[in-house]
């Protein structure tokens, strides 16, 4: 909330996407219909091109300023379902805005984004309930793919879109930093346990989901100037999570909760106040741990005791929402 702060916000300008551009593109992937339709609720009627701007697809019921600006899905997704329930079925039949091929959208994350020519899709949704009694295939069949398969994006850059048009996919890696505070970890007087058991919660925390999760770790010794300079480092590298054990206490060289406020933007208290009232019911000394939770621009961060039982006890409690963070700091408040 100082000079470190200050520079961070600098900084942070030249990553502002946070888009990694991975090779993902396939030979075949292009566009196969567009589609729009003037009212909520309706099928789709197909058009031979379709024009993006800041709102969504000019002309289409879904425009506005929100995150479902934009609605895709596989063509071959369309064409299985067809061929399972013995229908016909024609371009905008689910609703969808855009039908793709040659990318299989089952994979994609909210976070990675579309380009189709000059136009530039985040993907900000997956799935979304069904109309049910108003969407004309469930009414016909008794089921729909929109729910499960349908992608929903907002625009990041507009233009035209054609059938033919090729489409590049690119995921988005979702990155976390995980730091243990230690000078005998540092030194290697005994092996650090609590950054370790950090990384194998979060990877089965997102084991089922699509994100494309990178972790990296780091053990530092316990001091203020060597972690601020890390934490600096890793929001200007655009991180989405970073996580520290250690230094929470009451002890001289534990500065950690303090180093973080300095460079955060925006406080979330309820998370740490929550955590130390549930375990401190059982251990007082529970209620004695600092921890702090935090946003720096689009970047989360938690501070955790050093300790793995308390890891597992803050690790649990700050996973119920650390998704929806994540989604919210990126503009996404979908309840």
């Not at 593109?25 to 091109?49: D, F, R, Y």
């Not at 016909?88 to 380009?115: H, K, M, W, Y």
């Not at 900000?124 to 069949?141: F, L, M, N, P, S």
């Not at 689009?298 to 119920?320: C, H, K, N, Q, W």
Request: net charge negative.
């Amino acid at each position: 909330m100082v000079d470190v702060g200050a520079k961070v916000s600098q900084r942070r300008l030249s990553r502002a996407t946070g888009v990694i551009k991975m090779s993902a593109m396939s030979e075949n992937a292009k566009v196969v219909s567009v589609n729009i339709s003037a009212e909520k609720g309706t099928v789709k009627h197909p058009v031979p091109e379709i024009h993006l701007d800041e709102r969504g697809i000019i002309g289409d019921a879904h425009a506005g300023a929100w995150h479902r600006q934009v609605s895709l899905l596989s063509q071959d997704s369309i064409d299985r379902f067809a061929a399972e329930m013995a229908i016909q079925l024609s371009p905008g039949d689910f609703g969808e805005n855009i039908a793709l091929c040659g990318i299989d959208l089952t994979t994609v994350a909210v976070l990675d984004r579309l380009e189709i020519g000059e136009v530039e899709l985040e993907v900000t949704q997956i799935g979304k309930e069904c109309h049910g009694d108003t969407c004309a295939i469930y009414r016909q069949v008794g089921t729909c793919i929109m729910p499960t398969e349908g992608l929903f994006c907002r625009v990041v850059q507009g233009g035209t879109i054609q059938p033919g048009d090729s489409v590049k996919y690119l995921p988005r890696l979702l990155k976390f930093r995980i730091i243990t505070l230690s000078d005998r970890a540092f030194a290697g007087e005994y092996a650090d346990r609590s950054g370790p058991r950090v990384r194998e919660l979060l990877e089965a925390f997102l084991e089922d989901k699509r994100w494309h999760p990178h972790i990296e770790q780091a053990v530092l010794p316990d001091d203020a100037d060597r972690l601020r300079a890390e934490l600096v480092e890793a929001v200007d590298k655009g991180v989405d999570v970073i996580i520290t054990t250690g230094g929470t206490g009451v002890g001289l060289k534990d500065v950690t909760p303090e180093t973080v406020v300095g460079i955060c933007d925006k406080l979330i208290p309820g998370i740490m106040e929550a955590i130390r009232v549930k375990f401190g019911a059982q251990n007082p000394n529970a209620l004695l741990a600092r921890g702090v939770a935090g946003v720096c621009g689009r970047t989360l961060i938690y501070t955790l005791p050093g300790s793995v039982r308390a890891v597992e006890e803050y690790m649990g409690e700050i996973l119920l929402t650390m998704e929806h963070l994540i989604l919210m700091v990126h503009g996404l408040d979908i309840h």
